[in-house]
């Protein structure tokens, strides 16, 4: 496929970013990705010049309270990953602080091991503050990461507050990963959270109290009514910095793919109908920006101030895209 996109008399910086990372190239992933977390006006054609290309990788999402081992789990992970022969694509998200030199400049060093394999691609992402949100933004940088070969994609990210429900969106699997003794780090998940998990991970095992988690994450299972039939969430305990466990997560994490392919088909047409949603939600606001910023914006709130009319009826006709309508009229 890749070869019909690539006229032959086109040289390197005349082919289009989409064909150039359809191509794997590591340089154009990153400068997409660069794109979508900047939120650039290019990124609508690159994805849908992209969009054909991906469905194929599978998607990991790893997620706990900060400090919970992800970037070392993911770093060990990959590498159980690389030797079962799969190229890996990793993204890395810190929704919560878009300056955090630190967290992204950890993530590095945790990940170190892999900088040099071709096979596998490492992305740091803060996404903060980008329109379409959390999710377009990550969803968009996994579809590069699958539309550029990579077979397996794992993302991390911190497991607390708003954006990072919505994240729950962008993976085909999810793990959970907690601490030893981790009353408070279970308390300190959002629900919501711990009921998407496909598998909980008690990292830092060799800790005290790692018995006692997994006790209670057993326990809050158990209370749980609406486990999908064919899956209880397994609860492993792991020491990923000492490589423990991890062999296990992979193999679990496989077992889940074979064991769940409606679950799959489900989740992914989920996936795709938030999408929707998402976009919907952030053209139409776009548009109404567009159409309403300024004087006419200005002509509407004296409207709807001065009881000429009501907040509803004056989007109503907003939306009828009739801004001649009385009310409007200064
Ligand atoms: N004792 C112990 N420490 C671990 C283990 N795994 C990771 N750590 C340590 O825990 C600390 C945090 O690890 P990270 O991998 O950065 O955790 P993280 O969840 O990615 O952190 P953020 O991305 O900042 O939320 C590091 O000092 C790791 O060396 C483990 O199995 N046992
Ligand atoms: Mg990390």
């Not at 019909?4 to 359809?22: C, F, G, W």
């Not at 159980?80 to 950890?106: C, E, K, M, Y």
């Not at 993530?107 to 900088?115: K, L, P, V, Y």
Request: net charge negative; charged share 25%; aromatic share 4%.
């Amino acid at each position: 496929m890749v070869e019909k996109l690539i006229k032959p008399n086109l040289s390197a910086h005349e082919l289009t970013l989409a064909t150039r990372v359809i191509a794997g190239e590591v340089n154009a992933a990153a400068r997409a990705i660069s794109l979508i977390e900047n939120g650039s006006a290019k990124v609508k054609e690159l994805i849908s010049e992209l969009y054909p290309y991906t469905g194929k990788a599978s998607i990991i999402g790893i997620t706990g309270v900060p400090g919970s081992g992800k970037s070392t789990l993911v770093d060990r992970l990959t590498t159980v990953i690389r030797s079962a022969g799969h190229s890996v694509g990793i993204l890395a998200i810190d929704p919560t602080s878009p300056f955090s030199g630190g967290a992204i400049l950890g993530d590095r060093i945790r990940m170190s091991s892999h900088w040099n394999d071709q096979g596998v691609f490492i992305r740091s992402m803060a996404t903060r503050g980008h329109l379409g949100g959390v999710a377009l933004a990550t969803g968009d940088s996994t579809l590069v990461l699958d539309a550029m070969g990579k077979e397996t994609i794992v993302i991390e990210t911190v497991g607390v507050g708003q954006d990072e429900v919505e994240i729950v969106d962008t993976a085909d699997i999810y793990v959970l990963t907690l601490l030893p003794d981790a009353g408070d780090s279970i308390q300190a998940l959002k629900a919501g959270i711990m009921e998407i998990a496909d598998i909980f991970i008690v990292n830092k095992s060799d800790l005290p109290g790692a018995d006692s988690t997994v006790e209670s994450v057993q326990a809050m299972l158990d209370l749980q009514e609406y486990l999908p039939e064919a899956w209880r969430p397994p609860v492993l305990k792991v020491e990923a910095m000492n490589n423990q466990g991890v062999d296990t997560l992979w193999e679990t994490i496989n077992k889940f793919i074979t064991c769940c392919p409606e679950l799959l088909v489900k989740r992914r047409r989920t996936r795709v109908e938030n999408r929707l949603r998402h976009i919907f939600a952030s053209e139409l606001t776009a548009e109404f920006e567009d159409a309403f910023s300024g004087k006419k914006l200005a002509l509407l709130v004296d409207a709807v101030a001065a009881r000429k009319t009501d907040p509803y009826t004056a989007v109503a006709e907003v939306l009828k895209k009739n801004p001649e309508h009385q009310s409007f009229q200064s």
